[in-house]
């Protein structure tokens, strides 16, 4: 069974502090792994698409790594527009269109 | 495009009665999937279509639960009889064909913005 796990739950920072967040997965054959923003009140947002160990996607102030067993989402001098819930979702060769989806990491950026 | 379209946005009902949720894919989008959202479970597939055709329902929970695609461009979620249990918000997101070329990323699914459910 395929299984996502991320971390930290929840994970507070000052304006300018980057950290990372990690999305642990195991799959039976990994077809593509996807980063999701989700605001509260409103449905998850496309971020990222990763294929393949070793591959990278940066957006503004994020960058998405990808190892065979995890993938990380790092921030750089995060702004308080950047607080929401992370998500991270895996879509194996042999599930079809399906995704399955970690518990997510609430960030929050204070100013 | 407008992106997927959901209705309505705030449901509350009391235990026993109907409810049916309803989605507007993206136009040209082929793939549709309802997903359940709570604190505990976090967000979860409940069943995929394909071409109006419904692939993997094992997420349904319950014989409570049943979807119908009867065309391109319309989806329903019915629960009946609801209870409080099912109180959560549900999406619906639609995805193209795989591979499609330029902007569109391979397999990406495009959420709507979801439909609260309170169960009294």
């Known amino acids: 069974e395929d299984q996502v796990t991320q971390s930290p739950e929840a994970l507070r920072l000052q304006e300018g502090e980057s950290s990372s967040l990690n999305c642990s997965y195991t799959v039976s054959g990994l077809r593509g792994l996807f980063w999701y923003r989700q605001d509260p009140g409103k449905g998850p947002e496309f971020l990222f698409t990763l294929y393949s160990a070793g591959e990278e996607k940066e957006k503004e102030r994020l960058k998405a790594t990808l190892t065979k067993k995890e993938s990380f989402l790092h921030i750089t001098a995060p702004k308080p527009e950047d607080s929401a819930t992370y998500l991270c979702a895996v879509q194996a060769n042999n599930a079809g269109n399906m995704l399955t989806f970690g518990g997510g990491t609430r960030l929050m950026v204070k100013p | 495009d407008a992106g997927v379209i959901q209705s309505p946005r705030h449901e509350v009902t009391e235990m026993g009665q109907e409810v049916t949720l309803r989605c507007k894919p993206i136009?040209?989008?082929?793939?549709l999937f309802w997903y359940r959202q709570t604190m505990m479970r976090g967000l979860e597939l409940l069943i995929y279509?394909?071409?109006?055709?419904?692939?993997?329902d094992s997420g349904m929970p319950e014989d409570r639960f049943s979807a119908k695609m009867p065309n391109a461009s319309f989806s329903t979620l019915k629960i009946q009889p609801s209870e409080p249990r099912d109180s959560a918000v549900y999406f619906c997101a639609s995805s193209p064909p795989p591979g499609t070329s330029g902007r569109i990323s391979y397999n990406e699914q495009f959420f709507g913005p979801g439909t609260r459910l309170t169960v009294l």
């Open positions: 279509f394909n071409n109006n055709v419904p692939i993997d």
């Open positions: 136009s040209g989008h082929d793939y």
